[in-house]
């Protein structure tokens, strides 16, 4: 039985991807920080081995007894890398560079790499740009996100020999339930505020192109990626993606969707002027080169989302846990406020010479009458 390292196993797409590996036979070991906890992994941890460590921290001991390395450790979108730029670049590059040499000089066969199709955003206004981009097309992105993986991948891919076969998959805007849920992807976006609300909200006209692809799709294009003879995926990048959806578009499949499972919505369109990405890509490589084709649609994911989120009680939709960046402010947050004392409420106990617990008293003040 092959052994997988998956870093950020944890996470949305890891957890999805980590029951897809155990599914089809793998030993997974997963190294992840755990910022949003144990319970996503709760139907799968007693059949993994967790490593809790920083990416930042990788060394040769993580990737003992494997056979491939899939990263999708980092900071995961815009707003995450942009509120902490240092550590965007550090993980996002540095740590992902670091991960992929240190896995070829261990003798790592492969390396699947989460990079992103956010690097093709050519905006809105320019019509003489709103063209379907292949994974040759040159790109120039500005955001941090998109910058900073960008660079690990062309490094990564550089270190590609006859012993080591590293691939990239650009993947498109990633939807779909998983039991780390996120709500500030675009289709869960509007099944959530469907839910919450009964109102979804369609920002700028919906006039703009997103790629997009479940999350199961992604799972399966990455177990896809460590069953392909290796000189397939040597060095190679491919468009993940199940098509191009015009976000107006989008809207109106949803609410269709939901719908068909009793969940009524009125759309609304926001036609203000703000900053919004666009850009298409071709997935055609990957059919051709891999055989993978995206088999769950939109609609499909929908409805699915609704009965999942339902069964598991992911209903408290304004919880932070739900939404990168305001889980990672809180966790700063939260950092500073106990960074003093260690602890939050209960005060853990001093330790004597002997080995025996010693419980401090309480101030007179606050202890108790009588």
Known sequence: MKKVLVIGGA???????????????YSVRVLDRLFFGREPMRSFLDRIELVVEDMREFDASHVRDCSAVINLGGLSNDPTAEFNPRANHEMNTEASIHVAEVARRSGIERLVFASTASIYDRGVGEESRDVVLGEEARVDPTAAYATCTLAAEHEILRLADEGFAPVSFRQGTVFGFSPRMRYDLVVNTFVKDALSTGRMTIFYGGGMWRPLIDV????????????????????????LAERNYRISELGLRVRRALEDVGVGAQLDVDYEDRLVRSY????????????????????????R????????????????????IEWMKLLEETVEAV??????LAKPPVL???GDDV???LPAERRPAG
Do not use: W
């Not at 996470?11 to 036979?25: I, S």
């Not at 069964?311 to 919880?319: A, I, M, N, R, V």
């Open 339 to 344: 960074s003093r004392h260690g602890y939050v």
């Open 305 to 324: 989302m609704v009965r999942e989120i339902r069964k598991h009680g992911f209903t408290d939709f304004s919880h932070p846990r739900y939404y990168n």
């Open 359 to 361: 419980v401090t008293p």
């Open 280 to 303: 298409r890509i071709s997935s055609d490589k990957v059919g051709r080169v891999l055989g993978f084709q995206a088999r769950v649609s939109v609609e499909e994911s929908v409805k």
């Open 216 to 239: 199961k799709d992604v799972a399966r294009a990455y177990v896809t990626a460590l069953e392909s003879d290796a000189d397939r995926i040597r060095g190679q990048v491919f468009n």
């Open 352 to 354: 004597t010479g002997a």
């Open 11 to 25: 996470g949305y797409v890891g957890c999805v991807l980590v029951e897809e590996l155990l599914a089809k036979g």
